[in-house]
């Protein structure tokens, strides 16, 4: 736990959509009643999957996967698919 907490404080600090710009720039979308979340700050996106099976979220094309919370994420072309409680920080070009 102590590494996960590390890991997304160097990637704060190093990460400029994360540490410039006004914070209204943040886009949220969630359903509570399917339990997942994203967050789309620049070219950072995070998905978190807080439901009980494996959650698939849309995403620019040649996203790359920066930090995971465990292991099972499968990074496609345009997708990224989470397992049960699990969250991912995604870099992307910025189309998002």
């Known amino acids: ?20 710009g006004d914070p209204g720039n943040t886009q949220v979308t969630y359903s509570e009643e399917q339990k997942w979340l994203c967050v789309v700050r620049g070219t950072v996106v995070i998905a ?19 930090l995971a919370s465990r292991a099972g994420f499968l990074v496609e072309d345009d997708s990224v698919t989470l397992p049960p409680d699990a969250v991912a920080v995604l870099q992307t070009d910025g189309n998002v």
């Open 48 to 66: 978190c999957n807080l439901g009980s099976s494996p959650r698939s979220f849309p995403l620019e094309r040649g996203a790359k996967l920066l």
């Open 1 to 20: 736990m102590l590494d996960w907490y590390r890991e997304l404080i160097t990637l704060r600090r190093s990460s400029e959509s994360l540490n410039k």
